[in-house]
DNA sequence: TGAATTTGTCAACAGTCGTTGATATTCGGA
DNA sequence: TCCGAATATCAACGACTGTTGACAAATTCA
């Protein structure tokens, strides 16, 4: 009766949880190829059956881990003179916070060697980085700047949280807005040479 | 008489470079783990076999597919006012122009999920980048201006050679050097806030 | 020519992978 | 309490992996 759910409080949705985070915590560290659902099983302490039977294969199993909220409306920038900092600012705020910044790991990690993971890193920048950008300056212009600014964010991301790049590391994130914020800014408002 | 090596014309060295192009091809395309042994035989139109022969295991094989020279001196810049783009056109000639830049995309698609090709790239860019960016600037600040050129290139590297971004791909030569020019020369020097 | 060395072919090994079905265990409701 | 349904276990499948050794063909040198 204390059941948040209307029809199942399912005893053992919990395994499904288990099964779930077991599977972020090694996409995270290995990628897509690297964890096996026999390692996925053994972390959540249940027969790799387990898994196939929640969710249905791998495929669906990665799709689900790798899947995020990621709400856009956040970045609302009133000022075109602080868009490189807002979107810096909302860049760590979503890669350095817990919930959203596994599953994009999980993207990036597996991007570079399953289809289906760059993809949906070029969808997110597509539809997340570009319409920021799009906002300010020629929107006939939008899709190179946005171009330059997922090379920088992503190049980024990857240094400091995949090859894990000992001087990228090691700058806080008050370093990054400082020194990143004013090059996202030329970047997508198109300050500079054409 | 005609042989240049002094003891081996060895009539099957071409099998093993032939082997050692169809690795390349595959590394490139799907990475280190995607690329299996006998795929890379049956593109060299070869037996399995072989590779283990002429390479002793497919570590072996990927360490020297992905081995490529990067001469370093190339960069040397004489004049601080031009070092960002010094190094972007550097950066171009050695991604855009043939032999090196598939090792380099072999290093970067399987750094992901692979440790060895990540440490690899850690030197590269340890060894390669940071020493041009040393020579500017305060030398105890050289890490962290040298991270962020790092950022900035394997950003660019990952949008265009990895992800294929369209807007990234898209991209001249030239609106690089003029777009991201500017950018590595203020990380690089340091110019800015600190 | 014949002998020796290189070069290539074939089948199989032990292991891992994702996935499946039959079977056992546990649990909620009558 | 007992029964049916949900939940978990086990063994095995076919396919794939890197790697190995025994054997055949080709080439080289005398």
Same mark, same amino acid.
Request: glycine share 6%; aromatic share 6%; net charge positive.
């Given at each position: 009766m204390s059941t948040n759910q209307p029809k199942k409080p399912s005893k053992s949705e919990r395994t499904k949880a288990q099964i779930l985070e077991a599977a972020r915590e090694l996409f995270v560290q290995h990628g897509y190829d690297g964890a096996s659902i026999r390692d996925i099983a053994a972390r959540a302490s249940i027969d790799p059956a387990m898994v196939i039977r929640y969710f249905h294969s791998k495929d669906e199993l990665f799709a689900r881990a790798a899947l995020? %909220? +990621? !709400? +856009?409306?956040?970045?609302?920038?009133? %000022?075109?003179?602080?868009i490189g900092d807002a979107i810096i600012r909302r860049f760590l705020r979503i890669w350095e916070g817990s919930p959203t910044a596994t599953g994009m790991v999980i993207l990036l990690r597996s991007a570079a060697s399953n289809e289906f993971a760059a993809e949906k890193v070029r969808d997110v920048f597509a539809n997340q980085v570009r319409p920021v950008v799009a906002a300010f300056g020629d929107p006939a212009d939008a899709g190179r700047r946005a171009g330059l600014v997922a090379s920088q964010l992503l190049g980024l991301a990857t240094c400091r949280y +995949?090859? !894990?790049l000992p001087p990228v590391v090691a700058l806080s994130q008050d370093e990054i807005i400082k020194n990143v914020g004013p090059v996202l800014q030329r970047y997508a408002t198109g300050a500079g040479e054409i």
């Amino acid at each position: 009766m204390s059941t948040n759910q209307p029809k199942k409080p399912s005893k053992s949705e919990r395994t499904k949880a288990q099964i779930l985070e077991a599977a972020r915590e090694l996409f995270v560290q290995h990628g897509y190829d690297g964890a096996s659902i026999r390692d996925i099983a053994a972390r959540a302490s249940i027969d790799p059956a387990m898994v196939i039977r929640y969710f249905h294969s791998k495929d669906e199993l990665f799709a689900r881990a790798a899947l995020f %909220d +990621l !709400r +856009l409306p956040e970045t609302q920038v009133t %000022d075109q003179a602080s868009i490189g900092d807002a979107i810096i600012r909302r860049f760590l705020r979503i890669w350095e916070g817990s919930p959203t910044a596994t599953g994009m790991v999980i993207l990036l990690r597996s991007a570079a060697s399953n289809e289906f993971a760059a993809e949906k890193v070029r969808d997110v920048f597509a539809n997340q980085v570009r319409p920021v950008v799009a906002a300010f300056g020629d929107p006939a212009d939008a899709g190179r700047r946005a171009g330059l600014v997922a090379s920088q964010l992503l190049g980024l991301a990857t240094c400091r949280y +995949l090859l !894990r790049l000992p001087p990228v590391v090691a700058l806080s994130q008050d370093e990054i807005i400082k020194n990143v914020g004013p090059v996202l800014q030329r970047y997508a408002t198109g300050a500079g040479e054409i």
